[in-house]
Each structure stands twice: as C-alpha cells, then as structure tokens.
C-alpha cells in the first residue's frame, strides 16, 4: 500500500517503511543501543532526501527512547541530577546543530557533510569495536584477560575545577567534561540523525566513570530529552520532519526490538560488539562508495524563489 510522504515529496510502501524500522529497531534490541546511526544511513541509501531522513528518525529515536527510559525509571537506575547537566549541554548543542543542518542545507551542501561525518565517524566507531570484541575474543583463547577501568576509580577528568557531587552514581567529578560530552552528543545527534547512546555510554563509564548500574537509563534520558528537543528544532527551523514517515518507522522499530531484545540476551558481549563493528563498517564502505562513484545523474534543478526587493 502506497503512501504519500508531503515533506519527503514521494509515495512509499508503508510495509515497507514499518519493515525498515522493524529491521532496525530488531538490531537495536539485539546489540542494545539506539538505531538512528543505522537507520539514517540505510533510508538515505533507499531514495529518501538526507534532510528529511535525519530530521525524521529523530522521532524514532525519541519513542524507543522513552520505553527504555521509563523502564529503567521504574528500577532507579537513572541520576536525573547528571541527567540534568548532560540536558542542558545537549540541548545548547542541538541548537547549534539544527542550525549548522540549516545552513549548510541553504549552501546545498547538507548532503556531502551529512555523507563525509557518517563515513568518519562510522567508520571509527566500527574499527574501533571491531578491535575491541576480536583482541578480547583473542585474550580469550589464550586464557589472558586485561584489566578492566573499574568505575569510580579516579584519574585525570576527576582533578578538573567546578566539581558537583552526584550522590545516585556516587561521584564528585568536574562539570566541565559532562558539559563537553553532553554538548557534543547534542550537535552530532541533531546533525547527523543519531540517538548518540552508543558514544554518551562509553564516555560516561570510561570518562566520568558512572557505575553501571545507573549509566545506561541516564543516557536513555539523556538521547530521550535531546531527540525530542532536536525534532521540535528541526520541525519549526527547517521543516523536514515528515510526520507519517516517523510514525511508520516507529510503529516498526518499537515491534522489532523486542525480538531483538530477547536474541541478544543469549548472545556473548563479545559476539554482539563484533557484529555490530562489521555492520557499521559495512554501512561506511557504502557512504564511501557513495563519494567516489560518479552519480548517475551528475546534475539537478532545483527552484530558487528570490525575494522582493
């Protein structure tokens, strides 16, 4: 069944949208983060303007988001006081970064930064936890295991001015890097389409060294208040949220992860990390293919209405 997307400007099988976000939404249950890095990627590659492929996961993001987060609320595995700062940083970075989508939308060159930053960025993240799951696989074998940065252990972030107190993950650290971190996910989340779970994770547990059992519903909350404030953003600055595509690919993704859910926790850690670095990897060969591969149609027309006066 055909639909008519009015932002994207085409008809779509919706099956095939809620298939998408079903697929996505399979591997985010499965490997435990947010799907917009990969779902972003995947409806560019299928015919989707970049602009309205990014605005609108936002709104995916946001409702896989909230299910997790109101979970992990019910448990108290949330620190809604280095939530708070995380927030307010991310929400500053998103202003900056719905304005960046904007102008370089203007400057027709949304499409190339949106294509480079993916390849970048994906494809670090990728090798990087490709490295990781094989050296541990290794070690494994060998019967050798590294020392593991146990949180709560200081080191260099911990001597940093302004330090706060956040009684629920037990630290007293510098608001100066929560501040940096929170900023980043924001401008990188509302530029590029992307929760940022999969970054804001690691640097809480390896930077600021958050316990466990509070990190990951904080950085729910986190991507949650951030993704809502980026699809606001992104509606009222550059008009590129598509309502029902957003809610077609929700529909799906909310389905899927919980198939994937259950798989993945039958699955090493090792494993899932490993075949999450592959299929990252795999979708940055694809941008980088995209950049070198002359275009089929070279040239495009588009209609510039100038202004009176």
Do not use: C
């Not at 249950?29 to 890095?37: A, I, M």
């Amino acid at each position: 069944m055909q639909v008519y997307l009015p932002i994207a400007e085409l008809s779509v099988n919706i099956f095939f949208l809620i298939g998408m976000g079903g697929a996505v939404g399979f591997l985010s249950g499965l490997f435990g983060v947010g799907g917009g890095f990969l779902l972003t990627p995947l409806l560019i590659f299928t015919g989707i303007p970049a602009p309205v492929a990014v605005a609108s996961v936002t709104g995916q993001v946001v409702a896989a988001s909230t299910s997790g987060a109101l979970s992990y609320y019910r448990h108290g595995g949330i620190d809604f006081h280095l939530a708070m700062y995380l927030v307010f940083a991310g929400v500053i970075g998103a202003f900056f970064g719905v304005s960046t989508f904007s102008a370089l939308r203007g400057a027709g060159q949304l499409d190339l930064v949106i294509s480079l930053g993916y390849l970048i960025f994906l494809g670090s993240i990728g090798s990087l936890l490709v490295y990781e799951a094989v050296g541990t696989l290794v070690r494994r074998t060998k019967n050798k295991n590294r020392p593991l940065k146990v949180p709560g252990k200081h080191n260099w972030v911990h001597g940093l001015p302004l330090r706060v107190r956040f009684k629920r993950s037990n630290l007293y650290v510098s608001i100066l890097p929560v501040l940096g971190i929170g900023l980043f996910i924001g401008f990188v989340g509302s530029l590029l389409g992307i929760g940022g779970g999969f970054i804001l994770v690691p640097a809480l547990v390896y930077i600021l060294r958050v316990p466990g059992n509070v990190v990951i519903g904080t950085s729910l909350l986190q991507v949650l208040a951030i993704m809502a404030a980026t699809t606001i953003l992104h509606a009222v600055n550059s008009q590129t949220v598509d309502i029902v595509f957003a809610l077609s690919l929700m529909v799906g993704g909310v389905t899927g992860a919980q198939f994937g859910a259950a798989i993945g926790q039958k699955m090493r850690g090792e494993q899932t990390r490993a075949l999450l670095g592959f299929i990252v990897l795999a979708v940055a060969l694809r941008f980088a293919y995209s950049l070198l591969v002359t275009p089929s149609d070279p040239f495009s027309i588009t209609a510039i209405t100038l202004g009176a006066g």
